[in-house]
T-cell receptor, first 110, second 112 residues
Framework: SQQGEEDPQALSIQEGENATMNCSYKTSINNLQWYRQNSGRGLVHLILIRSNEREKHSGRLRVTLDTSKKSSSLLITASRAADTASYFCAPLSAGNMLTFGGGTRLMVKP | EAQVTQNPRYLITVTGKKLTVTCSQNMNHEYMSWYRQDPGLGLRQIYYSMNVEVTDKGDVPEGYKVSRKEKRNFPLILESPSPNQTSLYFC???????????FGQGTRLTVV
């Protein structure tokens, strides 16, 4: 299994600003998933983007995927204090398991 | 409601005393897995199961056992817990290994 590497490790912004997190991976994938984790809680699935997709939206979330660069980004627009959490990407190849990197810790200040 | 249920949520135990953390899902998922989360080390996979009676080691299986006798349950067994197994544990399930995963609420284990 491969795990994604999220960047930056930590991000602090003001409420209303946009937050961008990046994910890089090493080998070809079938899909890439993003998850959110509130402190001490279980991960919650946010969005799945398939390898043949370039962009996907869900509410205030926008995910892009560039398979040529082996990278993905998660954009949260008009952030809210409730978006404060850690965000993880999980690149998945066929037959492989869901594994996680260290995540990006996002702090949204009111 | 679709959910993954772990029990207990919190546990303090002593070194060497066998314990089991239960995990149950109500979504008829084939794939289940266990992770531990430690500061600075992220989430690491302990064991996973792709179906009943099919289990395999993840990245950090030492000191743990699992079983998958029924589709809905995937207990994590620590035969002889040690302090280095103090951690936050998560169970997860998904329809297949590459589809959306659902996580339990977590079990915070302290071994003294």
């Amino acid at each position: 299994s491969q795990q994604g590497e999220e960047d930056p490790q930590a991000l602090s912004i003001q409420e209303g600003e946009n937050a961008t997190m990046n994910c890089s991976y090493k080998t070809s994938i079938n899909n890439l998933q993003w998850y959110r984790q509130n402190s001490g809680r279980g991960l919650v699935h946010l969005i799945l983007i398939r390898s043949n997709e370039r962009e996907k939206h869900s509410g205030r979330l926008r995910v892009t995927l560039d398979t040529s660069k082996k990278s993905s980004s998660l954009l949260i627009t008009a952030s809210r204090a409730a978006d404060t959490a850690s965000y993880f990407c999980a690149p998945l190849s066929a037959g492989n398991m869901l594994t996680f990197g260290g995540g990006t810790r996002l702090m949204v200040k009111p | 409601e679709a959910q993954v249920t772990q029990n207990p949520r919190y546990l303090i135990t002593v070194t060497g005393k066998k314990l089991t953390v239960t995990c149950s899902q109500n979504m008829n998922h084939e794939y289940m897995s266990w992770y531990r989360q430690d500061p600075g080390l992220g989430l690491r996979q302990i064991y996973y199961s792709m179906n009943v009676e099919v289990t395999d080691k993840g990245d950090v299986p030492e000191g743990y056992k699992v079983s998958r006798k029924e589709k809905r349950n995937f207990p994590l067994i620590l035969e002889s817990p040690s302090p280095n197994q103090t951690s936050l544990y998560f169970c997860a399930s998904s329809y297949k290994e590459s589809t959306e995963a659902f996580f339990g609420q977590g079990t915070r284990l302290t071994v003294v």
